[in-house]
T-cell receptor, first 119, second 113 residues
């Protein structure tokens, strides 16, 4: 089955540079979530989009922005990068309630992540 | 923000042993999810629970949705080395259509062959 795709898988940037992370959700999923995970931490929710509109906002810095496009893929834009932004960034997607498959919109399926290193 | 209480924080067991971990909340949840994460990888959904008292299995894994709707348990039977990883519980509070999950801090499992 198709999974969430994230690109790039690894990214190295210098302080004050910008970075763009991309996420392609599972086909027919309408919601995308972005998480940041530091070493030894649980995933920290950043922001989510439902049907191309921002649906919830977590601990996303003002230097970051995100959007979901008409094809449901999402991009996380990060500017003025700081050393503390080094982390794993995950995208997850969820979809409609599928009684046949036994899934609900609350089940989030994660991508493989992008490891961002800021030097 | 709100966080689930997950315990134990870490476990080191012998291959073949059974494992139990749990997650509690101060408020009612209507969905409980259990994920496993291996180093450098994204969390993988193991089991999803939707009804109080529900008991669901996935191979050697069994999870239960607590009757009070404020807790959930995950058991792993006959552990093997590939069970190593961090197990996270996550839940959805019983409020509105917001899909944001609340997470536990994880249980790190190490298995000695």
């Amino acid at each position: 089955a198709a999974g969430v795709i994230q690109s790039p898988r690894h990214l190295i940037k210098e302080k004050r540079e910008t970075a763009t992370l991309k996420c392609y959700p599972i086909p027919r999923h309408d919601t995308v979530y972005w998480y940041q995970q530091g070493p030894g931490q649980d995933p920290q929710f950043l922001i989510s989009f439902y049907e191309k509109m921002q649906s919830d906002k977590g601990s996303i810095p003002d230097r970051f922005s995100a959007q979901q496009f008409s094809d449901y893929h999402s991009e996380l834009n990060m500017s003025s990068l700081e050393l503390g932004d080094s982390a794993l960034y995950f995208c997850a997607s969820s979809g409609f309630q599928d009684l046949g498959a036994g899934t609900t919109p609350h089940e989030q399926y994660f991508g493989p992540g992008t490891r961002l290193t800021v030097t | 923000g709100q966080q689930l209480n997950q315990s134990p924080q870490s476990m080191f067991i012998q291959e073949g042993e059974d494992v139990s971990m749990n997650c509690t909340s101060s408020s009612i949840f209507n969905t409980w999810l259990w994920y496993k994460q291996e180093p450098g990888e994204g969390p993988v959904l193991l089991i999803a629970l939707y009804k109080a008292g529900e008991l669901t299995s996935n191979g050697r894994l069994t999870a239960q949705f607590g009757i009070t709707r404020k807790d959930s348990f995950l058991n792993i039977s006959a552990s093997i080395p590939s069970d190593v990883g961090i197990y996270f519980c996550a839940g959805h509070p019983n409020a509105g259509n917001n899909r944001k999950l609340i997470w536990g801090l994880g249980t790190s499992l190490a298995v000695n062959p």
